[in-house]
T-cell receptor
């Protein structure tokens, strides 16, 4: 079953802790993205990667970090430097040919 | 960078009527314009897209129009049904960079 999988679906973090959100795809897509969605708002780009071992900051990268060691995987770490991390996080992937972005089911992160 | 504005933020229509959502973009180099539908708590899914070499595209009850000179594009849904109730996002990207910039979203409610 091909697709893009995010885990966990729900995540609770204590203030001051780093947490890592997982994103895996078996679509053989080169590009992967992380977006943040706040209630009633659009999707804002955190980081993106067009190729393995390379990634670029998006519009709201402060307080986040990523790695792209494998084509299939693009984990996002929310660090303690992110002051307002409670949000819905969406991972996506795409190929250069079709341009269509496929989204994972999302991870809802809550700071407690 | 690219900036995408989307209006209205909420739209309530009677079942069977049409719904129109409008987006403007700032980067004249953008040439790919997708529309995503997001149902409550779920992932965004592509419903239609258009590239800059065409002015209009239709798929059953939905259509998208693009005016490159004015830098705006619109989503038209005809004969609306209750299952059309969702949040709709427009987006824009340059084909080469493949990074999608999203509008703020439109919450559409179709009243029976």
């Amino acid at each position: 079953d091909g697709g893009i999988t995010q885990s966990p679906k729900y995540l609770f973090r204590k203030e001051g802790q780093n947490v890592t959100l997982s994103c895996e795809q078996n679509l053989n897509h080169d590009a992967m993205y992380w977006y943040r969605q706040d209630p009633g708002q659009g999707l804002r780009l955190i980081y993106y990667s067009q190729i393995v071992n390379d990634f670029q900051k998006g519009d709201i990268a402060e307080g986040y970090s990523v790695s792209r060691e494998k084509k299939e995987s693009f984990p996002l770490t929310v660090t303690s430097a992110q002051k307002n991390p409670t949000a819905f996080y969406l991972c996506a992937s795409s190929t250069g040919r079709s341009l269509e972005a496929f989204f994972g089911q999302g991870t809802r992160l809550t700071v407690v | 960078g690219e900036n995408v504005e989307q209006h209205p933020s909420t739209l309530s229509v009677q079942e069977g009527d049409s719904a129109v959502i409008k987006c403007t973009y700032s980067d004249s180099a953008s040439n790919y314009f997708p529309w995503y539908k997001q149902e409550l708590g779920k992932r965004p899914q592509l419903i239609i897209d258009i590239r800059s070499n065409v002015g209009e595209k239709k798929d059953q009850r939905i259509a998208v129009t693009l005016n490159k000179t004015a830098k705006h594009f619109s989503l038209h849904i005809t004969e609306t049904q209750p299952e059309d109730s969702a949040v709709y996002f427009c987006a824009a990207s340059r084909a080469a960079g493949n990074k999608l910039t999203f509008g703020g979203g439109t919450r559409v409610l179709v009243k029976p």
